[in-house]
């Protein structure tokens, strides 16, 4: 899916987002108190969202697939759904009221939510998505979603 940006008068251009893709980075979520970074890989491919999540020295995969997160096999009843990139990106494709704000090599795509997220905040340098900033309602945190590479996903 691509979305179409906004008109400037020195380029048009489309922000690239893709159902199916690859993509890699870290996660800062930070409050008041602290800092807390964890590294990510993900690849979704024809719904199925294979992830990798990586602190210090642990590691687990997670699996997600027709609506189930399995975890070494077993089916995780009680997952936030927000710990995918999918979800964002769902958010972002399927979003049919968003604000944007479009200047030279960037532009800044805003969703307001009703739920435990207030604000979705994406950013794209050169049309491609560099971050996410996830404002939650009670405002004690703020997660931000830093990718190193987000790319279509191509058989082969």
């Known amino acids: 899916m691509l979305l ?3 008109k400037s008068r020195n380029s ?13 980075g870290f996660v800062e979520i930070t409050s008041n108190k602290m800092v807390s970074k964890y590294f990510f890989f993900e ?12 602190k210090d020295s642990r590691k687990i995969k997670i699996t997600k ?31 049919e009221k968003y604000s944007i704000v479009k200047q030279e090599k960037s532009t800044i795509i805003t969703i307001e939510l009703k739920d435990d997220i207030r604000y ?9 998505l560099k971050k996410i900033v996830v404002i939650y309602q009670d405002a004690r945190f703020i997660k ?3 990718l190193t590479e987000y790319k279509k996903y191509r058989k082969g």
């Open 120 to 128: 979705l905040h994406y950013y794209f340098e050169d049309e491609r």
């Open 12 to 24: 048009q251009g489309t922000l690239k987002i893709y159902p199916d893709y690859i993509a890699k």
């Open 4 to 6: 179409t940006s906004c």
């Open 43 to 54: 690849q979704r491919i024809n719904g199925k969202v294979e992830a990798e999540f990586q």
């Open 144 to 146: 931000t979603i830093y």
């Open 65 to 95: 697939e027709n609506g189930k997160v399995i975890l070494d096999g077993k089916d995780l009843k009680n997952i936030a759904e927000d710990i995918f990139l999918e979800y964002y990106i769902d958010k972002l494709i399927n979003s």
